[in-house]
């Protein structure tokens, strides 16, 4: 069998090439650009939420009342960004282990992978709305269906 050396020096066979150059490049991104990323927007956003002051809104309660929104609304964003950060870094390490089976020739290594990833989550759902839905599992009443309607995220 003809074996090809990795960028790291090890040697794999060919078919397996293919899933350490995707996966090396996922990982990579993920924990070099995608991540980092997300939490520079964030840290960008929570500067933001410090930036809403009377000097800007007014004391006007209208403008106050919008301002106080906003400041809602950009905190679920910061929190949103970290947790898509934090499900990137979580996903790039699932990848590192994946190639560590690949290379050691250890099962399946693209159905684990595959498997770890179903387990990150997709959308960010913060934990108030998230406890509204749980509750609404538990018990679904018309007054929990409307309590969900302010969640639009």
Known sequence: MVMINTDDGQAVAPDMQVHYAKWRSWEQALREEVAPKLRSAADQLRDNIGLQTEGKWSTE??????????????????????AMADNAEKFAKQISKAIDMLMKNEGDAAAWLDKEAA????????????????????????????RLQKYRY
């Open 61 to 82: 309660s209208g403008p106050q009342a919008f301002a106080t929104k906003y400041k809602e609304y950009l905190t679920e964003e910061v929190a949103a960004l970290n």
């Open 119 to 146: 387990k990150i989550p997709s959308v960010y759902i913060s934990e108030a709305k998230q406890a509204v839905l749980d509750e609404l599992e538990k018990h679904p009443t018309p007054s929990g269906f409307a």
